[in-house]
């Protein structure tokens, strides 16, 4: 299960969960995996449960929270990783670029594999 952050009071983040949401639907599936998701409001990440990593919308920063309980942050904005706000940041525009904070992928305990390493940026 992903948890879908976002900020009510922006509406920009709003519309940002509601297409993760509709682009995920009841589940989208890579062989034997689902990924499912639910939404969650920033103010409710430290008390969340049942997720096991967070999409952090635009302009939401849930890090300190997200570290506390060891979830792996992934947002679409680049400075979110770069900051060290979110672990990773996938972007698809105008080329695929997976950028990865090694400080907070320690902080939460996070460790990839060799081969995912090769097609990531670090910071």
Do not use: H, Q, W
């Not at 499912?36 to 990593?53: D, F, I, L, N």
């Not at 997200?66 to 672990?87: E, F, H, N, P, Q």
Request: charged fraction near 15%.
């Amino acid at each position: 299960m992903l948890g879908v952050v976002f900020d009510p009071s922006k509406p920009a983040s709003v519309a940002e969960k509601n297409a993760v949401m509709a682009a995920i639907g009841g589940g989208m599936s890579a062989g034997a995996v689902t990924l499912t998701a639910k939404p969650v409001e920033a103010s409710a990440v430290s008390g969340v449960s049942g997720v096991a990593a967070l999409y952090v919308t635009t302009g939401v920063n849930v890090g300190a929270a997200a570290k506390a309980k060891k979830l792996i942050t992934i947002g679409s904005d680049v400075s979110c990783a770069t900051s060290g706000a979110c672990v990773m940041s996938v972007s698809a525009d105008p080329k695929v670029e997976i950028v990865v904070n090694r400080a907070a992928a320690a902080a939460v305990g996070a460790v990839f594999k060799a081969a995912f390493r090769m097609m990531i940026r670090e910071v």
